[in-house]
């Protein structure tokens, strides 16, 4: 059957440090893979995507990387701090989607102080 | 502002009390979409439009309806609510075809059907 995982359902790191999240999936045609956070109770918010023939996106401190031969895409905070402590989602955009976005279950990070 | 407007964002109703989840957007997005989401299931779609008067079955459509008349509205109702319709909802829009449909979500809905 077709899915996207997210190995992590809770990641825990000190400030400073740099987080590293994982997303697989298998059974899709991939044309993007995106990124998005999630606070408790509100919506996920959109960060990053990386189209299917790139390789690293980077964004302040946030870098994606995306293996279509292994299927998996990490996404990595540098020098993380207590600030970005949420959920993050990783979701599919496939080719024939129409639109639809595959989700992850997300992995909930926690950085400490 | 750009947005997605979810009302009400919290509700607590009874079996069978038919309610409505209203959601508007003011990107002019073609796409809108409704999910739910509960501890350890993820994002589950339960219903998608890729225009007006076009609508389509997510994961878990069953005891939903939705309609789209007009671009930015897309309400969610709940004909006959039953506690396993306990969650808390997201309605989302996109732009098809350009910023690679990248989502913008509402705040969220907490419903609680007693």
């Known amino acids: 059957s077709q899915k996207i995982e997210q190995n992590s359902e809770a990641l825990n790191i000190q400030e400073g440090k740099t987080a590293t999240l994982t997303c697989n999936y298998t059974?899709?045609?991939?044309?993007?893979l995106q990124w998005y956070r999630q606070d408790p109770g509100r919506g996920p918010v959109f960060l990053l995507l990386?189209?299917?023939?790139?390789k690293e996106k980077r964004k302040e401190r946030l870098k994606v990387t995306f293996d279509t031969t292994l299927k998996q895409s990490l996404f990595h905070i540098t020098a993380s701090q207590p600030a970005d402590s949420a959920t993050y989602l990783c979701?599919?955009?496939?080719?024939?989607?129409?639109?639809?976005?595959?989700f992850g279950k997300g992995t909930k990070l926690s950085v400490k102080p | 502002e750009a947005q997605v407007t979810q009302n009400p964002r919290y509700l607590i109703t009874v079996t069978g009390k038919k309610l409505t989840v209203t959601c508007s957007q003011n990107?002019?997005?073609?796409?809108m979409s409704w999910y739910r989401q509960d501890p350890g299931l993820g994002l589950r779609q339960i219903y998608y439009s890729m225009n007006v008067e076009v609508t389509d079955k997510g994961d878990v459509p069953e005891g939903y309806k939705v309609s789209r008349k007009e671009k930015r509205n897309f309400p969610l109702i709940l004909e006959s609510p039953s506690p396993n319709q306990t969650s808390l909802y997201f309605c989302?829009?996109?732009?098809?075809?350009?910023?690679?449909?990248?989502?913008?979500f509402g705040a969220g809905t907490r419903l609680s059907v007693l």
């Open positions: 990107m002019n997005h073609e796409y």
């Open positions: 990386i189209r299917e023939n790139e």
């Open positions: 989302a829009s996109s732009p098809i075809g350009e910023a690679k449909n990248i989502q913008y």
């Open positions: 979701a599919l955009d496939y080719w024939g989607s129409q639109g639809n976005l595959i």
């Open positions: 059974n899709y045609s991939p044309a993007y």
